[in-house]
């Protein structure tokens, strides 16, 4: 198990090891990913996060005796393997951040069918997509995790962006979408204050408080100790990196800095060589069609939590989504049908 490694190790096998985890996956996908049909990736993925997300709710209901009131967002939720009262130690089959990652992608997609696709072209029906996107939203509430949070909001954002592309561009349509994304944060923070008006807490609005205080008071987390030691560890040998985890044994919790302390400038230079010529592919991204779109930002969820909690070595998805949208082959008909 990589998690686990003590002993330092040669370039050979680091540089191998990281290459191996992007390359391998992007000559695989790139060999075939021509053949797939991407309007059907996209429903079955769909499909598969609505049952994913479903039987994460079924069973953190289970685990709390199946308690349906605001006090199952109070929580930080993980779905354990034993049904035991919340606080004690017991192994995690599906940590928060996972829970908060799948409501988050499910949110995504749901709105995509109702932005990028068209209501009309969506095979799934209307009050699938609505139900499918609350899910998505009270998973996220429900494993109360900062990064999915921030990053799912993120890629809504550019959602709105890829949608405002797509459409004719009058003052009527961006004023109506102005008027749309302030209904949406006034209600937000009506929500809030509803929420403190009658002592409803969320563990989600908690931690982000936590994380302010923090800011302003200077306090650290235990993730700020291992990025200190990461790039400490980079400070040592620069050029071509030290080893795969810190000398605490643990992952940096971010791409960019666990690539310099592993594989140094060198390996970093290769990263970002990637990183650009994904940049290049996105900014003509009507050569490749809608679906184009929609991949890209799911593929942004996944990236973004590998900043925040993410390593080169787990994060399979990432890296998957990572050669999907390198090898993406130009869409002629450059439309969802």
């Given amino acids: 198990v990589v998690s686990k490694i003590t002993t330092a190790q040669s370039y050979f096998e680091i540089y ?75 192994v995690s089959l599906v940590n928060s951040i996972t829970i908060g990652l799948q409501g988050g992608l499910l949110v995504v997609l749901g709105l ?10 969506a095979r799934p029906n209307v009050l699938i997509l609505y139900a499918a996107i609350v899910l998505g939203v009270l998973n996220l ?22 949608y405002a592309a797509y459409q004719k561009r009058t003052k009527k349509f961006y004023i109506k979408n102005m008027i749309a994304i302030g209904i949406v944060f006034f209600s937000f923070f009506l929500l809030v204050n509803w929420l403190n008006a009658n002592h409803i807490e969320l563990s989600i609005v908690d931690r982000l408080l936590e994380t302010k205080n923090n800011l302003e008071t200077g306090q650290t987390e235990e993730r700020n100790d291992i990025y200190n030691e990461a790039f400490g560890m980079f400070l040592e040998k620069p050029v071509f990196g030290n080893q795969i985890n810190t000398y605490s044994v643990a992952y940096p919790h971010n791409f960019f800095l666990e690539t310099l302390m592993s594989t140094g400038i060198l390996g970093l230079l290769i990263y970002l060589g990637v990183l650009t010529f994904l940049l290049l592919k996105v900014i003509n991204y009507k050569l490749y069609g809608k679906s184009f779109a929609i991949l890209f930002v799911l593929f942004l969820i996944f990236y973004g939590l590998s900043q925040t909690s993410g390593n080169i070595y787990q994060s399979v998805e990432a890296w998957c989504m990572l050669a999907i949208i390198l090898t993406y082959p130009k869409d002629k008909v450059k439309c969802v049908s």
Avoid at 141 to 162: A, C, E, H, Y
Wanted: aromatic content about 14%.
């Fill in 112 to 121: 995509s069918y109702f932005l990028i696709i068209g209501i009309k072209k």
């Fill in 16 to 90: 191998s090891f990281f290459v191996g985890n992007i390359c391998l996956v992007v000559l695989m996908l790139g060999q075939a990913f021509h053949l797939v049909n991407k309007q059907k990736l996209i429903l079955y993925s769909f499909c598969a996060l609505i049952i994913s997300n479903a039987m994460i709710l079924i069973r953190a209901m289970y685990q709390l005796d199946w308690g349906v009131g605001p006090e199952i967002f109070l929580l930080r939720m993980s779905i354990n393997l034993e049904k035991v009262p919340y606080g004690e130690d017991v």
């Fill in 141 to 162: 509430l429900l494993g109360s995790s900062r990064g999915p949070m921030l990053f799912t909001f993120l890629s809504i954002i550019v959602l709105i962006g890829f």
